[in-house]
C-alpha cells in the first residue's frame, strides 16, 4: 500500500494538471468551476494555483466577486516531474536510437535527456551516469558483439 505522502502528492499534481488543462483549454474560468472539475474545495484549488505559480505557471487572477484567472499561453511548467522508471525509459530510448544508427531525431533525444541531466541534483547526475555506464552500455556492447 502507497505510503499517504505519495497519493497525496499524485492526487495534487493530477488535479494540477486538470486545473493547467481547463485554463489553457477555455482561457479564463473562475475558483468555483475548477473545484467542481477537480473535486476539490475552493480552498484547496486555491493552494494548487498558488503551487503553480510556484512551479513557474504564470496564472494571472482577479479577486473579489466575478474573479477569474488565467493561464498566460505562453507560460510553461519550469519543473519536470518524472519517475525513475521514466528515466529509464528514456536512457533505453536514447541508447536505441544511438545504437540504430542514423535516425532524425537522435539528437533531440539526446538533448532532452541533457535537459533532465540539466534539472537534477549534481548527485543524481552522477548516479544516472554510472547507470548509464554500468546497466544500459554494457548491455548493449554484450548484445551487439553477440551478433557478431
Same mark, same amino acid.
Given at each position: =500500500?502507497?505510503?499517504?505522502?505519495?497519493?497525496?502528492?499524485?492526487?495534487?499534481?493530477? @488535479?494540477h494538471?486538470?486545473?493547467?488543462?481547463?485554463?489553457?483549454?477555455?482561457?479564463?474560468?473562475?475558483?468555483?468551476?475548477?473545484a467542481?472539475?477537480?473535486?476539490?474545495?475552493?480552498?484547496?484549488? =486555491?493552494?494548487?494555483?498558488?503551487?503553480? @505559480?510556484?512551479?513557474?505557471?504564470?496564472?494571472?487572477?482577479?479577486?473579489? @466577486?466575478?474573479?477569474?484567472?488565467q493561464l498566460?499561453?505562453?507560460?510553461?511548467?519550469?519543473?519536470?516531474?518524472?519517475?525513475?522508471?521514466?528515466?529509464?525509459?528514456?536512457?533505453?530510448?536514447v541508447?536505441a536510437?544511438?545504437?540504430?544508427?542514423?535516425?532524425?531525431?537522435?539528437?533531440?533525444?539526446?538533448?532532452?535527456?541533457?535537459?533532465?541531466?540539466?534539472?537534477?541534483?549534481?548527485?543524481?547526475?552522477?548516479?544516472?551516469?554510472?547507470?548509464?555506464?554500468?546497466?544500459?552500455?554494457? @548491455?548493449?556492447?554484450?548484445?551487439?558483439?553477440?551478433? =557478431?
Amino acid at each position: =500500500m502507497p505510503e499517504p505522502a505519495l497519493v497525496s502528492r499524485s492526487a495534487s499534481g493530477e @488535479r494540477h494538471g486538470a486545473i493547467v488543462r481547463n485554463l489553457r483549454r477555455n482561457g479564463t474560468s473562475t475558483v468555483d468551476p475548477l473545484a467542481k472539475q477537480v473535486g476539490a474545495s475552493r480552498r484547496t484549488v =486555491m493552494r494548487d494555483i498558488s503551487a503553480l @505559480r510556484d512551479e513557474g505557471q504564470i496564472i494571472y487572477s482577479d479577486v473579489g @466577486r466575478g474573479g477569474w484567472l488565467q493561464l498566460d499561453p505562453r507560460s510553461m511548467q519550469t519543473t519536470a516531474k518524472l519517475s525513475v522508471s521514466e528515466i529509464i525509459a528514456l536512457l533505453i530510448s536514447v541508447a536505441a536510437t544511438r545504437a540504430a544508427g542514423n535516425l532524425p531525431f537522435y539528437a533531440l533525444a539526446d538533448a532532452g535527456l541533457a535537459k533532465i541531466e540539466k534539472a537534477l541534483p549534481a548527485e543524481k547526475v552522477k548516479d544516472l551516469r554510472t547507470f548509464w555506464t554500468v546497466s544500459i552500455l554494457a @548491455r548493449f556492447h554484450r548484445c551487439r558483439t553477440c551478433r =557478431m
